[in-house]
C-alpha cells in the first residue's frame, strides 16, 4: 500500500471539473496514535459514510434514483467515452457527486445537464433492466418519464432552497423536507409544538419530515425502524463497536446517549448527548456524526446529516485554548449593549483538529470550522465546543500557492505584502473566533423565539460571529495574549475580507442571479453596509485602475468602528427576535448582486483558470487484522481517486 506522508511527496491536487476543484488532505500525526484509538477512528470513519444516502435523500426526493441511475450509465457504458456528450455526462455525474444530489452545493440552483435528453434516453434503452434503479413494478420507460423533467426541465423543481422574500419559502424549495405542506402550515404546526416547550425546549422538528397524510399533518421521524431506518441501523452498528473502544467513561457514555438517540428519535436524548459531547474535553478523538446543521432548510429548522471523525492537535490547540480561556473578557469587553451579553461564559472549549474523515453534508465540500451544540439553552447553561479544521486549512493553502488570484485582485503591494507576512494566521484565528467566540457570544431576551428571524436566521447568526471576530483582531488583547505577533497583523484578514465580500466571492454566482448562501449573503451584508456608511471617511472604496475595480482601504480604525456598530445593531436583531430589521438588512445588503462589477470579476477570475469551490477525496482507512481476526493496526491510504471513491462509496454504502 503506498502511503505519502510529507509535504514535499504528497500531492494535493486531485482534479479540476466545471467549478470545482478536488483536493486530498494529510491526517498528519495518524501514525503517532495508539492501536485504540486508531481502531476507534476506523469504526468512527465508516460510520460517517453509512448516512451517505439520507443527505442525497435530503437534499431532493429524486436524488438517489437520479444518481443510481447516473451511475449505471457511466459503469456499464460500451460506447466511446471521447464523445462530447459523453464528457458532458461524466461531468454531470461528478457534479451531482459533489453536491449530494442535482442541485448546487453552494448556489442551490438545479444542475444544467451539458448533454441531451436523448441521449440519456439512448443510453438506459442500451442497458438491461437488471441494471437500471427501477422501483417496484416500474419500467425503464416510466421511471425515464419521472426522472427525465427533473434532470432537464428548469421550471421543474428549479432551486434545492428558495430564500426569495416574499414566496412561499416550503413549497418552492425542492429540499425533501416537507410533503404537501405550505410554509403557513409548517411555522403554525412548530409554533405550537413550541409554545409547549418551557425554559429548556428541545429542537422541534429537526429530525424528522413534516408531511401531509390524509389531510393531517405527520411528522416522519428520522430513526431505527423509521424513516431512514436502514441507514441508521447500519450507523449504529459502527458506533457501538466504537463505544467498546471508547478513550474514557465520558467517551463511552456519549456514543451510547446517541445510538439511544438514533434508536428512539428522542429529542430529549439528542440534548443529553449534546450536553455530555460537550463535557468531553479530555478525549484525543472526537466525532460529530447527526442531524446537525439546518441551512438546508428554508425554514431553518430541519437537520441535514452529516459527520466528521477527528483528532486533537495539542500544539496548534494552545492558540485556541488561549481564547476560549479568555471568553469572559471578551463577552464583557463586547460592543453590544450591556442587556444582550452574557453574565457568565460557560464552558466554552476550543481546540484545532486533524480531520480523519469527512461525511454528509460536510463532504466532498467542508467547513473549516464548527461550534457546537446548535441548541441555544444548551449554549446558554452548557456552553459550546468549538474546532477549527487545521489539516483542511493547510491544503487549502498549500493548493492557492501561486495561483496568481492576489496578483489580479489586491489592490498594490502594500495590501499583497500584508497577506503573504499575516494572512494564514489572521484568517485561521478570525476563524478560531469565529467558532469559539462568536456564536457563543450574547443571549436572548427571555421569552424570545430562537428561529424568530425564519429564513434570516443563519445569516444573522453568520453575520454575528464574523463581526465578533472581526471587532477584536485589531484589540491589543490579542498582541498581549500573543495570538497576534503586532498590531498591523490584523489589516491582513480586515483587507481580504472586504476584497471577499464586495468583490471576489461574485465568482460563485452564476450571471444573473442573486446572492443566496448564508454564508455569503454575511459577507456581502458586512462589508457592502461598511462601505456605505463609512462613506463619509471614506475608510473603504471601491476604485478603479487601468480599468479594473479594487477595494481600497483607507482607514482601518474606522473600519473596526464600523464593525463594532453592526455588530451591535446585528446582536440586537438576534436577541430581540426583530424579524423585520433582520429581513430589511439581510435584503438590502446582502441578496443583490451589481450586474456589471459581477460581469468583470468572472471575467478577471476565468482568465486565472481557478476553480471558484473546493473539496476533498477522503483518505481510506484498512483494518490490518491478525490471526484470530482482531484489528492489529490501522493503515492510511491517500492514493484512491475521486470517481473511484465516489462509485465504492455507492456500491458499499448503498442504505436506501
Given at each position: 500500500?503506498?502511503?505519502?506522508?510529507?509535504?514535499?511527496?504528497?500531492?494535493?491536487?486531485?482534479?479540476?471539473?466545471?467549478?470545482?476543484?478536488?483536493?486530498?488532505?494529510?491526517?498528519?500525526?495518524?501514525?503517532?496514535?495508539?492501536?485504540?484509538?486508531?481502531?476507534?477512528?476506523?469504526?468512527?470513519?465508516?460510520?460517517?459514510?453509512?448516512?451517505?444516502?439520507?443527505?442525497?435523500?435530503?437534499?431532493?426526493?429524486?436524488?438517489?434514483?437520479?444518481?443510481?441511475?447516473?451511475?449505471?450509465?457511466?459503469?456499464?457504458?460500451?460506447?466511446?467515452?471521447?464523445?462530447?456528450?459523453?464528457?458532458?455526462?461524466?461531468?454531470?455525474?461528478?457534479?451531482?457527486?459533489?453536491?449530494?444530489?442535482?442541485?448546487?452545493?453552494?448556489?442551490?440552483?438545479?444542475?444544467?445537464?451539458?448533454?441531451?435528453?436523448?441521449?440519456?434516453?439512448?443510453?438506459?434503452?442500451?442497458?438491461?433492466?437488471?441494471?437500471?434503479?427501477?422501483?417496484?413494478?416500474?419500467?425503464?420507460?416510466?421511471?425515464?418519464?419521472?426522472?427525465?423533467?427533473?434532470?432537464?426541465?428548469?421550471?421543474?423543481?428549479?432551486?434545492?432552497?428558495?430564500?426569495?422574500?416574499?414566496?412561499?419559502?416550503?413549497?418552492?424549495?425542492?429540499?425533501?423536507?416537507?410533503?404537501?405542506?405550505?410554509?403557513?402550515?409548517?411555522?403554525?404546526?412548530?409554533?405550537?409544538?413550541?409554545?409547549?416547550?418551557?425554559?429548556?425546549?428541545?429542537?422541534?422538528?429537526?429530525?424528522?419530515?413534516?408531511?401531509?397524510?390524509?389531510?393531517?399533518?405527520?411528522?416522519?421521524?428520522?430513526?431505527?425502524?423509521?424513516?431512514?431506518?436502514?441507514?441508521?441501523?447500519?450507523?449504529?452498528?459502527?458506533?457501538?463497536?466504537?463505544?467498546?473502544?471508547?478513550?474514557?467513561?465520558?467517551?463511552?457514555?456519549?456514543?451510547?446517549?446517541?445510538?439511544?438517540?438514533?434508536?428512539?428519535?428522542?429529542?430529549?436524548v439528542f440534548d443529553e448527548y449534546s450536553i455530555e459531547w460537550l463535557k468531553d474535553t479530555e478525549s484525543k478523538v472526537d466525532f460529530v456524526n447527526g442531524f446537525i446543521e439546518s441551512y438546508g432548510d428554508p425554514l431553518g429548522l430541519k437537520a441535514s446529516w452529516e459527520s466528521i471523525v477527528n483528532f486533537k492537535d495539542e500544539a496548534a490547540t494552545l492558540r485556541t485554548e488561549t481564547i476560549s480561556a479568555h471568553a469572559q473578557w471578551f463577552e464583557d469587553h463586547s460592543p453590544i449593549s450591556p442587556c444582550f451579553k452574557k453574565?457568565?461564559?460557560?464552558?466554552?472549549?476550543?481546540?484545532?483538529?486533524?480531520?480523519?474523515?469527512?461525511?454528509?453534508?460536510?463532504?466532498?465540500?467542508?467547513?473549516?470550522?464548527?461550534?457546537?451544540?446548535?441548541?441555544?439553552?444548551?449554549?446558554?447553561?452548557?456552553?459550546?465546543?468549538?474546532?477549527?479544521?487545521?489539516?483542511?486549512?493547510?491544503?487549502?493553502?498549500?493548493?492557492?500557492?501561486?495561483?496568481?488570484?492576489?496578483?489580479?485582485?489586491?489592490?498594490?503591494?502594500?495590501?499583497?505584502?500584508?497577506?503573504?507576512?499575516?494572512?494564514?494566521?489572521?484568517?485561521?484565528?478570525?476563524?478560531?473566533?469565529?467558532?469559539?467566540?462568536?456564536?457563543?457570544?450574547?443571549?436572548?431576551?427571555?421569552?424570545?423565539?430562537?428561529?424568530?428571524?425564519?429564513?434570516?436566521?443563519?445569516?444573522?447568526?453568520?453575520?454575528?460571529?464574523?463581526?465578533?471576530?472581526?471587532?477584536?483582531?485589531?484589540?491589543?488583547?490579542?498582541?498581549?495574549?500573543?495570538?497576534?505577533?503586532?498590531?498591523?497583523?490584523?489589516?491582513?484578514?480586515?483587507?481580504?475580507?472586504?476584497?471577499?465580500?464586495?468583490?471576489?466571492?461574485?465568482?460563485?454566482?452564476?450571471?444573473?442571479?442573486?446572492?443566496?448562501?448564508?454564508?455569503?449573503?454575511?459577507?456581502?451584508?458586512?462589508?457592502?453596509?461598511?462601505?456605505?456608511?463609512?462613506?463619509?471617511?471614506?475608510?473603504?472604496?471601491?476604485?478603479?485602475?487601468?480599468?479594473?475595480?479594487?477595494?481600497?482601504?483607507?482607514?482601518?480604525?474606522?473600519?473596526?468602528?464600523?464593525?463594532?456598530?453592526?455588530?451591535?445593531?446585528?446582536?440586537?436583531?438576534?436577541?430581540?427576535?426583530?424579524?423585520?430589521?433582520?429581513?430589511?438588512?439581510?435584503?438590502?445588503?446582502?441578496?443583490?448582486?451589481?450586474?456589471?462589477?459581477?460581469?468583470?470579476?468572472?471575467?478577471?477570475?476565468?482568465?486565472?483558470?481557478?476553480?471558484?469551490?473546493?473539496?476533498?477525496?477522503?483518505?481510506?482507512?484498512?483494518?490490518?487484522?491478525?490471526?484470530?481476526?482482531?484489528?492489529?493496526?490501522?493503515?492510511?491510504?491517500?492514493?484512491?481517486?475521486?470517481?473511484?471513491?465516489?462509485?465504492?462509496?455507492?456500491?458499499?454504502?448503498?442504505?436506501?
Amino acid at each position: 500500500m503506498k502511503e505519502k506522508t510529507t509535504d514535499e511527496s504528497f500531492e494535493y491536487a486531485v482534479e479540476r471539473f466545471a467549478d470545482l476543484q478536488l483536493l486530498r488532505y494529510r491526517v498528519p500525526g495518524f501514525e503517532d496514535l495508539s492501536l485504540r484509538q486508531k481502531t476507534l477512528i476506523y469504526y468512527l470513519s465508516q460510520a460517517a459514510v453509512e448516512g451517505r444516502d439520507i443527505l442525497y435523500d435530503q437534499n431532493g426526493k429524486y436524488n438517489l434514483q437520479i444518481r443510481r441511475l447516473l451511475e449505471a450509465v457511466y459503469v456499464n457504458w460500451r460506447g466511446d467515452r471521447a464523445t462530447e456528450e459523453f464528457q458532458a455526462f461524466e461531468v454531470y455525474l461528478k457534479r451531482v457527486w459533489f453536491s449530494n444530489g442535482i442541485y448546487h452545493h453552494y448556489a442551490c440552483d438545479k444542475l444544467a445537464p451539458g448533454f441531451s435528453e436523448a441521449f440519456l434516453r439512448a443510453a438506459v434503452e442500451s442497458l438491461d433492466a437488471g441494471l437500471l434503479p427501477l422501483e417496484q413494478d416500474e419500467t425503464a420507460e416510466d421511471m425515464c418519464a419521472k426522472l427525465f423533467p427533473v434532470v432537464f426541465d428548469p421550471s421543474v423543481m428549479p432551486k434545492r432552497v428558495n430564500q426569495a422574500d416574499g414566496e412561499d419559502l416550503v413549497v418552492t424549495s425542492a429540499a425533501n423536507y416537507y410533503d404537501g405542506v405550505t410554509q403557513k402550515e409548517a411555522e403554525a404546526f412548530y409554533a405550537e409544538q413550541k409554545a409547549h416547550g418551557g425554559d429548556e425546549p428541545v429542537m422541534y422538528g429537526m429530525n424528522s419530515r413534516l408531511a401531509k397524510v390524509d389531510g393531517l399533518l405527520k411528522e416522519e421521524v428520522w430513526k431505527a425502524g423509521g424513516m431512514y431506518g436502514s441507514a441508521i441501523e447500519k450507523i449504529v452498528g459502527w458506533l457501538e463497536k466504537a463505544e467498546g473502544v471508547a478513550e474514557n467513561d465520558i467517551q463511552r457514555k456519549t456514543i451510547r446517549l446517541l445510538v439511544e438517540f438514533y434508536r428512539t428519535g428522542d429529542l430529549k436524548v439528542f440534548d443529553e448527548y449534546s450536553i455530555e459531547w460537550l463535557k468531553d474535553t479530555e478525549s484525543k478523538v472526537d466525532f460529530v456524526n447527526g442531524f446537525i446543521e439546518s441551512y438546508g432548510d428554508p425554514l431553518g429548522l430541519k437537520a441535514s446529516w452529516e459527520s466528521i471523525v477527528n483528532f486533537k492537535d495539542e500544539a496548534a490547540t494552545l492558540r485556541t485554548e488561549t481564547i476560549s480561556a479568555h471568553a469572559q473578557w471578551f463577552e464583557d469587553h463586547s460592543p453590544i449593549s450591556p442587556c444582550f451579553k452574557k453574565e457568565k461564559v460557560k464552558g466554552v472549549s476550543a481546540k484545532v483538529i486533524v480531520a480523519a474523515i469527512l461525511g454528509g453534508d460536510l463532504y466532498p465540500s467542508t467547513a473549516i470550522g464548527i461550534n457546537l451544540p446548535n441548541s441555544n439553552w444548551i449554549r446558554s447553561a452548557h456552553g459550546s465546543k468549538s474546532v477549527t479544521i487545521g489539516n483542511l486549512i493547510d491544503a487549502y493553502n498549500k493548493a492557492a500557492r501561486g495561483n496568481g488570484f492576489r496578483d489580479e485582485f489586491v489592490y498594490s503591494a502594500v495590501e499583497k505584502s500584508l497577506l503573504d507576512k499575516y494572512a494564514d494566521l489572521t484568517d485561521s484565528l478570525h476563524t478560531d473566533l469565529h467558532e469559539c467566540l462568536g456564536h457563543g457570544s450574547g443571549k436572548l431576551l427571555p421569552g424570545v423565539d430562537p428561529d424568530a428571524l425564519k429564513a434570516y436566521g443563519s445569516t444573522i447568526e453568520e453575520a454575528r460571529a464574523d463581526l465578533f471576530g472581526l471587532y477584536y483582531l485589531p484589540d491589543s488583547k490579542l498582541v498581549e495574549l500573543g495570538l497576534t505577533p503586532d498590531e498591523e497583523a490584523y489589516k491582513a484578514e480586515y483587507y481580504s475580507y472586504m476584497m471577499n465580500g464586495l468583490m471576489t466571492q461574485l465568482v460563485r454566482i452564476e450571471p444573473g442571479r442573486n446572492v443566496e448562501e448564508a454564508h455569503m449573503r454575511n459577507r456581502q451584508l458586512i462589508a457592502r453596509w461598511t462601505l456605505e456608511h463609512g462613506a463619509d471617511s471614506k475608510a473603504v472604496e471601491m476604485v478603479k485602475r487601468d480599468g479594473k475595480t479594487y477595494v481600497k482601504v483607507n482607514d482601518y480604525s474606522r473600519l473596526r468602528q464600523l464593525f463594532g456598530t453592526l455588530l451591535s445593531e446585528i446582536q440586537r436583531i438576534k436577541s430581540e427576535g426583530d424579524y423585520e430589521s433582520a429581513r430589511l438588512l439581510v435584503e438590502k445588503y446582502g441578496v443583490k448582486v451589481d450586474s456589471k462589477l459581477h460581469e468583470e470579476v468572472l471575467a478577471r477570475y476565468r482568465s486565472l483558470q481557478l476553480a471558484p469551490y473546493k473539496g476533498f477525496v477522503n483518505p481510506v482507512y484498512v483494518a490490518v487484522t491478525d490471526k484470530e481476526g482482531n484489528i492489529a493496526d490501522v493503515k492510511v491510504d491517500y492514493t484512491e481517486g475521486y470517481a473511484e471513491q465516489m462509485l465504492r462509496y455507492s456500491r458499499e454504502y448503498s442504505n436506501l
